[in-house]
Structure formats: structure tokens, C-alpha cells
């Protein structure tokens, strides 16, 4: 089975920061481009973050852009998005994906894992 498992979502205050984790299982990732997206409760989903598996060049929406820093580790089969400076409006469902390039991810094409919680308090 292939599969893709967010990790380390959870409750916090605004101004506060949580890194999620998204493990690999199944086979190996490191030729795909990797990211997050997020849905809000009445929302459509939306690009958050990516990164190309070739030249780790990021893309972040401009929403978390400065606050927000996406990374991967190969060896791991593991992407990580590091969220500082969380806002409410940075409450949601937290998707990790994968994608044959940047591009390809951006345009929700690829593999979803199942989501992890995020919710920030005023």
C-alpha cells in the first residue's frame, strides 16, 4: 500500500507555532514534489506550500509566506511544514500531498494523505 500520514497537528494560541510531518510509506518519494494544502470548514481547499524533489525550489501561497517554511528530508520519506505566527485564519484540515512536479502538485494532481487538524485560538 502507498500511503501518505500527516502528523502534529493540534491546538494552539495565536502567535504560537506547530510543525507538521507527513511520512511516506509504500515507496519512496523522493523524485516527487511535496506540499500541504488546507481546508477551512466552509472553504474550498487551498495551496499552502510545495517543494520540487529536483532543485528544492518552494512555492508558498502568499497567505504564509514569511511565516511558513516547507522542508523535506529524502532519507525519511518525509516533507515538514514549520508554521509560525499562526493566526485563527490558519484554522483547518491540513492535507500533505505529492506530486510529479511543483507544478503538477499546485494543481491538486497527485497523492492526499488523510489530513491532520489545526486550530488556532484567539
Known amino acids: 500500500q502507498v500511503q501518505l500520514e500527516e502528523s502534529g497537528g493540534g491546538l494552539v494560541q495565536a502567535g504560537g507555532s506547530l510543525r507538521l510531518s507527513c511520512a511516506a510509506s509504500g515507496r519512496s518519494f523522493s523524485r516527487y514534489a511535496r506540499g500541504w494544502f488546507r481546508q477551512a470548514p466552509g472553504k474550498e481547499r487551498e495551496f499552502v506550500a510545495g517543494i520540487s524533489w529536483s532543485d528544492g525550489s518552494t512555492l508558498y501561497a502568499d497567505s504564509v509566506k514569511g511565516r511558513f517554511t516547507i522542508s523535506r528530508d529524502n532519507a525519511r520519506n518525509t516533507v515538514y511544514l514549520q508554521m509560525n505566527s499562526l493566526t485563527p485564519e490558519d484554522t483547518a484540515v491540513y492535507y500533505c500531498?505529492?506530486?510529479?512536479?511543483?507544478?503538477?502538485?499546485?494543481?491538486?494532481?497527485?497523492?492526499w494523505g488523510p489530513g491532520t487538524q489545526v486550530t488556532v485560538s484567539s
Open positions: 500531498a505529492a506530486g510529479s512536479s511543483l507544478t503538477s502538485l499546485r494543481d491538486a494532481h497527485g497523492y
